[in-house]
């Protein structure tokens, strides 16, 4: 039996592949919330921002620890033997050997009692980070739900498009009938008839194309909500954004996570150059020491103890402290820059949006009105055809119009919500509580709460090892 030719075959599987996502569009009623809720809950890009936040979380709790009394305990078992050579009072050689079995025990402590701040520096640049951390969580949540807007509205956009490559078959496909019954009666040409075939030609190149696109965005669609998409419902209205582009800019630049997020590293900066600073003076401690040594051969024993206060400083360290310093100064500078650039960028964004999303509200009008002129001109074209007085390429051609308007509209009302959702997250409000969603929300404050405080072994570390079960890391 003859192979069907490649081509055939990709346009086959391509088919297939198309007319499956639409008996599973059938299938089941999908929203855009509902789309945007399953992107939240499955992505893995929210999973590990999540572990990166209860990794800064950590770092307050590694902070804090310093300014705890610090606990070491040492223990050792040892044999001392030796061999002795001497004489005795008569003049003869005496050699003497001796062994002794020792444990030692040791218990020393330590704690901070001041340090100019420095530690305290430290702890209060680790909750800056804690919070910029969670900006950042924010702003990967924002970039989550924006991705499932779009791998929604491409589907949406797409299904259609394919519906309308379909259509746009059936009737090329009875033009070139109605050509070929005309040219038998010979009221067409042989030209009119080739012409309606390479139009049928090119409809079935554009289904295939659209096809192809449609089982592209599914694959992206699955892969943002893990599952593969359903009867998308289109969305009933495009989400209220602002009233005029400086509006929009001010709310951006004052609520956006980005911008709160360099804020906060701004503040961090600056308390790391008031830790370095504080390094370079001294410190007072209290220092306690117990040990006991004991003869295991014998009921002997040594305890001893010790309690007093250390202070200390640097003196000369080659210029390590000096540097330290700099390096954060250079350091606060550098986060002073970026956010000056953030704020910069945001208010770019927002007005690249704004820009956007007027662009696909005039071009969804334009379309609707060609779209109203388009057919006036196909019907009327087609009715001149029927007369004499148009070819069959007049038709072809006024119905390319029609079908290029229609695609048009296609496209433009999907951009429109893609514009709108994408303004709405240049300005910060893209996020699960705004919008409403119906999901488990993730609370960044409940692993901090635990941690903070440099738990152990308490019943608060007995809550934490439970949230750390429950989030599936334990």
């Known amino acids: 039996m003859a192979r069907m030719p490649f081509g055939k075959r990709v346009l086959g599987l391509v088919t297939a592949s198309a007319l499956a996502i639409g008996a599973g569009m059938a299938a089941t009623a999908e929203t855009l919330a509902d789309a945007m809720a399953s992107a939240y809950n499955h992505s893995g890009l929210l999973e590990q921002n999540r572990a990166l936040l209860r990794a800064a979380d950590e770092d307050v709790a590694i902070a804090i620890a310093a300014l705890r009394p610090i606990l070491n305990w040492t223990g050792s078992v040892s044999r001392s033997f030796g061999t002795s050579q001497s004489a005795n009072s008569l003049g003869q050689s005496v050699v003497t050997r001796s062994a002794t079995n020792e444990i030692d025990l040791g218990l020393t402590a330590e704690l901070l009692l001041y340090d100019f701040g420095a530690t305290q520096f430290g702890i209060d640049a680790a909750k800056e980070s804690v919070l910029a951390t969670r900006e950042a969580l924010v702003s990967v949540e924002q970039q989550v739900l924006l991705r499932a807007v779009t791998a929604f509205m491409n589907v949406r956009s797409a299904y259609e498009i394919v ?110 150059i008031m830790r370095a600073e504080a390094q370079m003076k001294p410190t007072v401690s209290m220092t306690g020491r117990l040990a006991m040594s004991r003869d295991i051969d014998d009921p002997f024993y040594t305890n001893s103890g010790s309690v007093g206060i250390q202070a200390g400083g640097p003196i000369y360290q080659g210029g390590r402290l000096s540097a330290l310093l700099r390096q954060a100064i250079a350091r606060r500078d550098a986060t002073r820059g970026g956010l000056h650039v953030t704020r910069h960028q945001v208010a770019q964004n927002v007005g690249n949006a704004w820009a956007q999303l007027l662009v696909a509200r005039s071009a969804r009008d334009a379309a609707t009105r060609q779209i109203a002129a388009a057919q006036v001109a196909f019907r009327g074209t087609r009715e001149e055809a029927t007369l004499g007085a148009r070819t069959t390429l007049d038709v072809l051609n006024a119905e390319q119009e029609l079908l290029s308007a229609r695609s048009t509209l296609i496209t433009a009302s999907a951009d429109e919500y893609i514009a709108a959702y994408t303004l709405l997250s240049a300005m910060g409000l893209l996020t699960t509580d705004r919008l409403g969603l119906n999901v488990q929300r993730y609370d960044p404050a409940q692993y901090y709460n635990l941690v903070k405080d440099a738990p152990t072994i308490s019943r608060q570390g007995k809550d934490l090892d439970r949230v750390l079960k429950a989030l599936g890391k334990d």
């Not at 519906?163 to 009938?177: F, K, M, S």
């Not at 050509?179 to 190149?205: C, I, P």
């Not at 965005?217 to 005029?244: F, H, I, M, Q």
Request: negative net charge.
């Open 163 to 272: 519906a309308l490559r379909e259509n746009n078959l059936r009737l090329i496909t009875q033009e070139l009938r109605a050509a070929r019954d005309r040219f038998e009666v010979g009221e067409v040409t042989r030209t009119d008839v080739a012409q309606a075939e390479a139009a049928l030609a090119a409809s079935r190149a554009q289904l295939a194309a659209a096809q192809g696109d449609l089982a592209v965005a599914a694959e992206e669609y699955a892969a943002v909500t893990g599952n593969k998409p359903g009867g998308l419902v289109p969305p009933s209205r495009v989400p209220a954004t602002s009233d005029n582009v400086d509006a929009a800019k001010a709310l951006g630049v004052r609520n956006h996570p980005e911008m709160k997020r360099a804020q906060h590293e701004v503040a961090a900066a600056d308390l790391a």
